[in-house]
């Protein structure tokens, strides 16, 4: 295996997961994770020269890292003998840049690749360098009906990254055609910021392969900002959801025959053992009222969850149960009565529960 410049190698999985979805878990300043980062990887894995490999010559995340596992194993078990770059071939010998030189039958050529759109010329895509020179690498200053969508590489990023530009491009393109003021807004961010790449202060190698690459975090970021700026106008009109009355007429009449054949399994007495003994009822409504707004807060603060999307599972969080709790209750032969006096219960509880659990987050 011949290299021709030092590479950072990472195992492919760390206590079973991915080594790449675990980036940013713990948020440090870009200079300490890396100084960090580099440090925890020399512990579990060694320095490349320990493996006859070359040592980078830059800091780690300032050029794509090797997520591979089997290659350093390979090297270690002598399956794999390192060499360093080609100086030049003759026939079927091989002269690398140290002066050495070897026979070999195959030579497989394995650097990578460019980028290359055949169907469009560069001057449409604003080409500068080795890539295109694109706001949030898919908005296009010179022609604002074209986008590019995937040129993004990141560590981490992954197919949510994509979608989320996908999510972007598509808010625009209904904003434009709506002819809101939003629009308006990001297209002018478009033509002042094309030429900055969010590199979120990393001081990425010049090199073609990290022409358009980008910071996980800080990428994701302003892509959300931009959703963001893009849903400040968007009018309730925009989304609509229809109810049909008879449809609903039919659920109601469906749950109401299900809540009636529930209700004939119930008698007197299981109520009031439940008033002799109301912890189970009193634990349930605790955890509620409680507990379930709370964890559903802490989860969109954790995952940063947009701010529409986090109004939505606050206001279900808060909301009283439902006749259909009642009958999974009783197809997974719960206590019944509990589950019924609960949903009574919590029903009027609600009236002041929900809008206090609304308002507290």
Known sequence: MSVRRGYYFLPKFIKGQPTDSLGGKIKLPKRLKQIVDSWLIRMIIGKPSDYGLPD?????????????????????????????????????????CDGSSRGYDLILEATGYKLHYPFIDKVHLNWQGFAPQLHLNVFNPTHNNIFVMGMVEAAGLGWQGRDDQAHLVALYLRQKQDKKASATVFEQAIEQQFSERVVGGMDYLELERMAYYVDKASYLKAIHQGIRLLQKDLSDTDVQIH??????????????????????????????????????????????????????????WGFDIDPELALGMILVASCPGGSFSNIMT???????????SMTAVSSLAAIVMTPFNFVLY
Do not use: C, W
């Open 243 to 300: 109810f049909d009355p008879q449809s609903l007429l039919l659920l109601n009449g469906i749950l109401a025959l299900m809540m009636f054949g529930v209700s004939l399994t119930l008698k007197p007495d299981d109520f009031k053992q439940i008033l002799r003994s109301p912890i189970a009822p009193s634990i349930g409504l605790l955890a509620q009222f409680m507990v379930l707004p709370a964890a559903t807060a802490l989860v969109t």
């Open 330 to 340: 009783h197809i997974g032969r719960g206590n019944v009565a509990v589950s019924v």
């Open 56 to 96: 980078p010559d830059y800091r780690l995340y300032e050029s794509h890292p090797v997520i591979n596992s089997l290659f350093l194993h390979h090297i270690g078990h002598g399956d794999i003998t390192p060499r360093p770059a080609i100086e030049n071939t003759s026939d079927k010998v091989v002269t690398f």
